[in-house]
């Protein structure tokens, strides 16, 4: 039995009669020169697409818009500074009962700054924001 290829628009998926039970009723046959083809526009960072008449084709990628780049810039300074959070308190803690030792003194300082830095980077500037280096 001959392995055909198809391409559905609905799901925007490929699917191949030797594998797949159900292939959607809009699917569309492609050869496995296009199948191919397509797969590795997609490695090389193109996006496969529907066109207007339902065949796939290589795009492009949607570049995000500026209030998702922020938005995404937001969560990333969040997890960065709860990171520094977790980091700080034990450090704090061992400082706070005079138990702390030279090399945790010095990781409580680099924390800390590290940690002040990071609620500066100005996340409206994204994505041209150069992250501050996480201590060692």
Avoid: C
Avoid at 99 to 109: F, H, I, M, N
Wanted: aromatic share 8%; net charge negative; glycine share 6%.
């Amino acid at each position: 039995m001959e392995n055909k290829y198809y391409y559905a628009p609905s799901t925007g998926g490929f699917y191949q009669s030797s594998i797949h039970v159900s292939i959607p009723v809009d699917a569309l046959e492609i050869t496995q020169e296009d199948y191919l083809y397509l797969l590795e526009g997609q490695t090389l960072g193109s996006e496969i697409v529907s066109g207007n008449d339902g065949w796939p084709v290589l795009a492009a990628p949607e570049k995000p818009s500026r209030p998702e780049l922020v938005a995404t810039a937001d969560a990333e300074k969040l997890r960065l500074l709860s990171v520094a959070a977790l980091k700080i308190a034990p450090l704090q803690d061992a400082a706070d009962f005079d138990e702390q030792t030279e090399e945790e003194g010095a990781a409580l300082k680099a924390w800390r700054t590290y940690r002040i830095d990071v609620n500066r980077v100005d996340t409206s500037t994204a994505p041209d924001i150069e992250w501050p280096i996480i201590p060692a």
